[in-house]
């Protein structure tokens, strides 16, 4: 119910409006912001306002959160600024539009890499890297010329979670919490909904046109995200047999992955998840039904390779390598900050599966996902979390470098979000990870990095090390895990038909955007218009292009090399 009165503390300006509807969703600048403060009619007047100044606190304690800190030298100076802003409207101006069709597409998903996550990151890995403060650096993918905000939700659920998002990002629709791969006509958790509710990914339709595909994870490979590029399942946690329902006809999702397309055609697959490959009796797996689907995978192919290690994935020699399967863990890859020399880091990965990949000449089509940053949020470990964003960053920064962007397709998103946040009023420089201030409340530090929920519920401690890798940031309400957050999410694209990636967009929206760009799936029917298009940028605008993109990633205040 509308209050009849509205109170509103100056500077404003009041517009008398004789039809509100005729200024709705509009803003009108505040031009003589010199009224004190007074009381209007809402039914009367509408009064739209530069928001005033924050009040400083009357507590002293909380005071000093207004307390003048030291300036990052240059930042006092306009000039400093006038600059900074010159050089971003250098690189917006000359943002590359290459009108033509991709031959390589390459998706990189955070998992779990929300706004906040990003932010974080980037001072974190900033931080890290040089000696500069860290809010003005950059992760290698916030230089993309082209972004877009992401809606994440499920048809089912305001919050999603990673198998439904996947399905949507990789299938182009929207789907039920927990499913695989399916319309939103199956029902979770039912075997025999499955049939004739199948959708199929970009790797699938990259496939029926002769590409060269693959995945790359630092989760199993069976987990979610990977799973909905190739695997059709009613439940994501139907990983393996011992975790099916008893007396179904549908198979597990390893199962599916190496007898099934589009998982049995991968040229690539990379990750962690062994032992749901192996049987217990005879593989020291965790398989009760006796396959060995390691071995199954060998011999239906060749020129085939299976590697376990860092060692042997270095010593694969890519141009006679047509098949690679690399599993370097039982289950999930270690986190980046407690990897072993043994398992490969995100980058050694992406790099291998880029060079294979790309032999061939044929195009090629790959997902990398850096899954273990939604792990470390769920455990409410953030520098964890923040560590594996800045692996991430890394590796697309590689893959960067192997790939020519006048004919790839460079995507980095996240598919959910979480209940992280940032707060308090640290100074500029503060650690990232370090303490924000003290409540006036308790007289207890609280520190940048908190979430609103997760297992970290115990009482804040003045003398924690808030720094460590396994120190968790304090949650508001107690779970098991922290959940996942509802907001939209980011979009960053290079490449062919990158600047379709504007505004905002559903989710589901991104296969599509990915069919249209590399010519597959439902853009199969543009595929003539699509190659001559191309022969066409190829003979006329590639150059340019090319030029224009290496201004846009190139002009830039702190190099990508200084930072990896």
């Known amino acids: 119910m509308v209050d009849p009165t509205l109170t509103v503390p100056g500077p404003f300006r009041v517009y008398l409006i004789s039809d509100p509807k005729l200024f709705r969703g509009h803003l009108i600048p505040d031009l003589h912001p010199s009224e004190p403060r007074a009381t209007y009619n809402a039914e009367e007047a509408r009064i739209l306002c530069h928001p005033p100044p924050l009040p400083l606190p009357s507590n002293p304690q909380a005071s000093r959160e207004y307390e003048s800190v030291p300036v990052p030298e240059g930042e006092d100076d306009p000039e400093f600024w006038r600059l900074s802003a010159q050089n971003s409207l250098s690189r917006l101006l000359s943002a590359p539009v290459v009108d033509a069709p991709a031959k390589n597409v390459i998706v990189f998903v955070g998992d779990g890499m929300g706004i906040s996550t990003v932010t974080a990151s980037r001072i974190y890995r900033t931080q890290k890297g040089t000696e500069l403060p860290g809010e003005g650096g950059s992760l290698s993918f916030e230089h993309f010329p082209y972004t877009a905000l992401v809606k994440t939700y499920a048809v089912d659920r305001q919050v999603t979670d990673s198998a439904a998002s996947a399905t949507a990002l990789f299938c182009g629709a929207k789907t039920k919490m927990a499913m695989l791969g399916l319309s939103a006509k199956a029902n979770t958790s039912e075997c025999d909904s499955a049939a004739g509710n199948e959708l199929h990914?970009?790797?699938?339709?990259?496939?029926?046109?002769?590409?060269?595909?693959?995945?790359?994870?630092?989760?199993?490979?069976t987990h979610a995200t990977p799973a909905a590029l190739y695997a059709h399942s009613a439940h994501r946690d139907w990983e393996m047999d011992t975790k099916m329902p008893k007396r179904t006809r549908c198979k597990d999702i390893a199962r599916q992955l190496v007898e099934d397309e589009p998982g049995r055609n991968m040229n690539v697959i990379l990750g962690?998840?062994?032992?749901?490959?192996?049987?217990?009796?005879?593989?020291?797996?965790?398989?009760?039904?006796?396959?060995?689907?390691?071995?199954?995978?060998?011999?239906?192919?060749?020129?085939?390779?299976?590697?376990?290690?860092?060692e042997e994935l270095q010593a694969i020699d890519t141009n006679k390598t047509d098949y690679l399967l690399g599993l370097f863990s039982g289950d999930h890859m270690s986190y980046e900050d407690y990897r072993q020399d043994k398992q490969p880091s995100l980058v050694d990965m992406v790099v291998t599966a880029v060079e294979l990949l790309r032999k061939r000449g044929n195009g090629f089509a790959l997902m990398v996902e850096g899954g273990r940053i939604d792990h470390g949020h769920h455990e409410n470990r953030a520098a964890l979390a923040l560590r594996e964003t800045a692996e991430l960053s890394h590796a697309v920064a590689a893959a960067l470098e192997l790939v020519d962007l006048r004919e790839t397709l460079v995507l980095v998103t996240a598919d959910h979000s979480h209940s992280f946040t940032m707060n308090g009023y640290p100074a500029r420089g503060n650690p990232i990870l370090g303490v924000a201030g003290v409540s006036e409340k308790d007289g207890l530090p609280y520190t940048t990095l908190s979430y609103a929920n997760g297992p970290s519920t115990t009482k804040r401690k003045a003398d924690a090390n808030t720094e460590a890798v396994d120190y968790q940031q304090v949650s508001t309400v107690p779970l098991r895990l922290e959940t996942h957050a509802g907001e939209d999410v980011a979009l960053y694209a290079v490449g062919p038909m990158a600047h379709l990636v504007r505004g905002v967009l559903e989710q589901h929206t991104v296969a599509h955007l990915v069919d249209y760009a590399a010519c597959f799936g439902d853009g199969a029917r543009l595929r003539s218009r699509c190659l001559e298009q191309g022969a066409s940028a190829a003979a006329t605008g590639a150059e340019s292009s090319l030029a224009r993109i290496a201004i846009a990633l190139l002009s830039l205040p702190v190099s990508l090399v200084a930072l990896r």
């Open 272 to 310: 962690g998840g062994l032992a749901y490959f192996k049987d217990k009796q005879r593989g020291g797996g965790k398989r009760s039904d006796g396959l060995d689907l390691v071995d199954l995978w060998k011999k239906d192919k060749k020129n085939r390779k299976f590697v376990g290690s860092r």
């Open 201 to 221: 990914s970009f790797i699938k339709k990259a496939q029926d046109i002769g590409m060269s595909t693959g995945l790359v994870t630092t989760t199993r490979v």
